[in-house]
């Protein structure tokens, strides 16, 4: 995949296709014998459909950022993938062989989105903790080397001084260095 080119542009009109057989696929099959489950099926898979497409639009504007593929965007994949196979499922079981009352099916997709977006959001949450530590870790680890470095500058110059106390300073800082270490 060229990192340089953008496929938001392919990714939309897949999306637009994929959202026009839906519905036509839906109306010429006649989903469902009652309109209100038929229109939550539709609009459960359109808007599984949809998560899909918005995630995929993020995964590309964050790829170029980040140096190989970070494990919060493959479990957010994840996730997506499982909402949308339980949509499917659910629409299936629920809808089409059970025929459960269309408030119930409505709640039970709601409650299914509402899961979903949910750990979508945890998980997101989880990364921006992870980063924010991995930056300060980092942010530490540099500072320690940076003393280290300067305490073997300081140890170098005061033994190259022609004073008493040069020896005592040299052992104090080498005191500090094993301390840091």
């Known amino acids: 995949m060229n990192k340089q080119r953008s496929y938001t542009g392919l990714i939309t009109v897949i999306y637009v296709a994929v959202l026009a057989v839906t519905v036509f696929s839906f109306f010429m099959l006649g989903f469902s014998e009652s309109l209100v489950r038929f229109i939550v099926t539709l609009l459960a898979v359109c808007i599984a459909e949809t998560a899909v497409y918005g995630y995929c639009v993020f995964w590309l504007r964050s790829a170029p950022d980040v140096s190989r593929t970070s494990p919060l965007l493959l479990s957010g994949a994840w996730i997506i993938a499982l909402y949308v196979s339980v949509v499917i499922a659910l629409a299936v079981?629920?809808?089409?062989?059970?025929?459960?009352?269309?408030?119930w099916y409505a709640g039970v997709q709601l409650i299914m989105l509402v899961t979903a977006v949910a750990v979508l959001e945890a998980i997101r949450l989880y990364g921006r903790n992870a980063a924010s530590q991995e930056q300060r870790d980092a942010d530490a680890s540099r500072n320690l080397r940076s003393y280290r470095q300067e305490l073997r500058e300081i140890r170098a110059l005061a033994?190259?001084?022609?004073?008493?106390?040069?020896?005592r300073l040299t052992e104090l800082v080498g005191s500090l260095e094993d301390k840091f270490q």
């Open 159 to 167: 033994g190259s001084w022609k004073h008493p106390e040069s020896i």
């Open 93 to 103: 079981l629920l809808d089409w062989i059970l025929e459960l009352s269309p408030l």
